[in-house]
């Protein structure tokens, strides 16, 4: 089943600025926080030091700013990447709120990232950091929609073949009769939320679906 929504709907389940989770799944593993700690500390010290030898130049202010902005970059960085996100979903002219069923689902092993390393002969190895994602594939009375993918989790082994879920569908039609993305999810009977990024502000959309799930139609 898909329930269009209004505009003013899709503004209160999907934030322009980001949220505090939307944040926290930005910053990334802790190689990705090194990298942006590596950028904020390097960047910042260099153009510190340039700004003290324009103390008496026009462009002190100018440098003076932008080595603020490095510092801070481990805070605003995560912030943007949230905001460019959220902007993915939100430039689509349709959405709806999809509740149906999981028709199959599966695991896939995922290279996260790779190093060279040597061996103790001294050989140069490629080390592969491999992850098991989870997919699954939902579809209602209509038929097939799509994919959800996300890293799979202790809690996510409980998740079987026709339990109920709800998420946002989005398309350039106002018919829905071709499916451009999909947000994160949620499961009511096992109260799990899966997905890759969290799209949504949880506690809205909970509601939302608790309504949908209490109308007379799916009791």
């Not at 329930?3 to 939307?22: C, E, H, Y």
């Not at 993918?149 to 569908?169: D, N, S, W, Y």
């Not at 947000?183 to 799209?199: H, M, N, V």
Request: net charge positive.
């Amino acid at each position: 089943m898909l329930i269009p929504l209004r505009p003013a709907d899709l503004d209160k389940l999907i934030p322009a600025v980001a949220t505090g989770n939307q944040f926290r799944s930005a910053l990334g593993n802790p190689r990705k926080i090194l990298q942006r700690v590596l950028i904020s500390s390097i960047g910042g010290v260099i153009t510190l030091l340039i700004s003290q030898n324009q103390v008496a130049s026009r462009f002190y202010s100018i440098w003076l700013i932008i080595g603020v902005a490095f510092l801070l970059y481990i805070l605003w960085g995560p912030i943007v990447e949230a905001g460019r996100r959220n902007s993915e979903l939100r430039k689509y002219s349709c959405s709806a709120l999809f509740y149906g069923q999981i028709t199959n689902l599966f695991t896939r092993e995922r290279v996260e990232d790779s190093h060279e390393q040597a061996n103790e002969r001294g050989e140069l190895e490629l080390i592969e950091n491999r992850r098991t994602w989870m997919i699954l594939e939902l579809e209602d009375e209509d038929g097939y929609l799509g994919q959800i993918r996300f890293p799979m989790e202790k809690k996510h082994q409980i998740i079987r073949p026709g339990t109920k879920v709800c998420c946002l569908a989005f398309s350039e039609r106002n018919d829905f009769n071709r499916i451009s993305a999909l947000s994160d999810a949620w499961i009511p009977k096992q109260r799990i939320w899966i997905g890759e990024y969290p799209f949504l502000l949880r506690p809205a959309f909970e509601e939302i679906c608790q309504r949908l799930l209490s109308s007379p139609r799916e009791k």
